[in-house]
Every structure is written in structure tokens, then in C-alpha cells.
């Protein structure tokens, strides 16, 4: 991919969103996960994508949102053009907004993974970028990032839903990922995994893989790769935050850092450090 073909921005007076544009219609998104809500569109052809086993098409005037760790892929669909544009959005920021523009301070709310036929949904997100990227005035900025989250809320947003006791597997897979946070920069075995578990590795990883859509070591790749962002972001040198997540050594999270975000770490940064 061409690396002014991606941008990463985060715009000035709106905390907690990160903007996306990609150009290059030859990019496959192969499968990943985010740690925030992904709210994409293509606004110059229609974009496929598959979602737990599932495929669709995107068209334009159409708009998606992805949840927090729900695995998807997608790409452009038969044209040289394209216009991707995504939104990804801190969970706690949703919550912040829901609470102040809808009296929510004492619920929690999510925006379920869906995708959705609505122009004046698609209209808003464009014009909110617009917005983003061009206009000096801060307040203008959070203004026009209020009413379109606003307008997504109010029409797609459902109560958080309780964690629901699902049976033996899902529990064995809350646990392999709660250790996956909590020992990201360690050298992981599968063999432990399992035995953690209680259960073979060669089933760990098929009941994962089942219930996640990717395996126990992919995840835990994405995983590593979301957090690196976030590193990048507070100003972490690249080797610092390389063996802060686990890398061997910085070129091992320059090649998986660049597949999944199209662009290379020092890239990204300066990227989103110069605004």
C-alpha cells in the first residue's frame, strides 16, 4: 500500500476519536479487530465485508459500526476508487456523549454491530469529516461531533447488555483473553493456555477460533498491534513500545504494525502527532 494513501488523524478539542481515510482500492482489511467502535464508509464505491462467518456489501449511502473486539474483514468491491473513511470512537467517549446529550449518566449504552441504509447517517459522517479536517474553530468541531453522535444514538443505540453465563466454552474464552491483557509483553505458550483451561491446545484453539473468529495467536497479535497505537499515540519511541507488547525487536512490529494498519509505525505516529 502506498503510504500517503492512509491517514491517520485525531482531530484537535475531540477526545477519544481517531479518523481514518484510505484510498488504495487494491488494500484488503484482512481479518482484525479494534479496541474501539469502527464507523466506516465508502463514500465513492460499495466495500465488502465479512463479519462472523457472514459477508455483505457496504454501498455507498450506506454506514457501518463495528463494536469493540468483533472480528471483521473488508475490501473494495470491483472499482479503482476509493474513499474509505472510518471513525473509531473510545467506548467510554460513546458513553460520555450518551450520557451528557440523552440523560443516560445511569446506563450504560452500545452501539451494536449492524450496518445500516440510512443517507442522513452517511451525509452526517461525511460532512462531520469535513468538518474535522478543515474548520479552525474548536467549537465548530464539537459541535458538529455532537449532533452526528447524537443522531447515531438516538437510532442505533441499545442498553449494554449483561454478560450472559453462555456455557463452559465462553468462559474459557473470557479467561484466555483476560490473561492476553494482562500479560501482553510475555512470551505465551499454548501449552500453559490449555492447561490454564483445562483442556488440549489443539481444542483451545478450535473453540476459540469458533467463538472469536480468529485463534488464540492471532488475537493476541491484534491485540498487541491495538495497543501499540495507543503507545505510539502518548509519544513512545517505536523500540519502546515494541518490547512493551511483546515484540522480539522493532522490525517484527514494523511488518505486523504495517499489514494491519497499512502504514508503518513511525508513519503513524508522526501522523498523528503533528496535529
Known amino acids: 500500500m ?53 459477508s455483505g456489501i457496504l454501498q455507498t449511502g450506506e454506514v457501518g459500526i463495528i ?54 447517517a452517511h451525509i452526517g459522517l461525511i460532512t462531520l469529516w469535513q468538518t474535522l479536517k478543515n474548520s479552525q474553530s474548536t467549537m465548530e468541531r464539537q459541535s458538529a461531533f455532537y449532533e452526528v453522535l447524537s443522531l447515531l444514538i438516538n437510532r442505533y443505540a441499545t442498553p449494554a447488555q449483561p454478560s450472559i453465563d453462555s456455557g463452559r466454552e465462553q468462559k474459557r474464552t473470557s479467561v484466555v483473553i483476560e490473561l492476553f491483557h494482562d500479560r501482553i509483553d510475555e512470551d505465551l505458550r499454548l501449552d500453559e493456555l490449555a492447561k490454564l483451561v483445562d483442556c488440549t491446545p489443539y481444542y483451545l484453539i478450535r473453540f476459540f477460533k469458533k467463538a472469536i473468529g480468529m485463534t488464540p495467536h492471532a488475537y493476541l497479535l491484534h491485540l498487541r498491534l491495538e495497543r501499540a497505537k495507543k503507545l505510539l499515540r502518548q509519544g513512545h519511541s517505536i523500540v519502546d513500545t515494541a518490547f512493551a507488547i511483546g515484540f522480539t525487536d522493532q522490525s517484527h512490529l514494523t511488518r505486523h504494525f504495517k499489514t494491519k494498519f497499512g502504514i508503518p509505525p513511525g508513519v503513524y505516529q508522526k501522523q498523528i502527532l503533528s496535529h
Open 2 to 54: 502506498k503510504q500517503n494513501s492512509v491517514q491517520y488523524h485525531t482531530p484537535e478539542g475531540i477526545n477519544g476519536l481517531e479518523l481514518l481515510t484510505c484510498s488504495d482500492a487494491g488494500y484488503h482489511f484482512s481479518p482484525h479487530f479494534h479496541d474501539s467502535y469502527c464507523i466506516w464508509l465508502n463514500i465513492s464505491s460499495a466495500e465488502a465485508y465479512t463479519y462472523k462467518g457472514n
Open 67 to 120: 463494536a469493540p473486539g468483533e472480528v471483521h474483514s473488508n475490501s473494495v468491491v470491483g472499482s479503482e476508487s476509493r474513499q474509505l473513511l472510518t471513525y473509531y470512537l473510545n467506548a467510554d467517549r460513546l458513553q460520555e456523549v450518551a450520557s451528557d446529550i440523552a440523560g443516560l449518566s445511569d446506563s450504560s449504552i452500545e452501539l451494536p454491530t449492524d450496518f445500516h441504509s440510512d443517507p442522513d
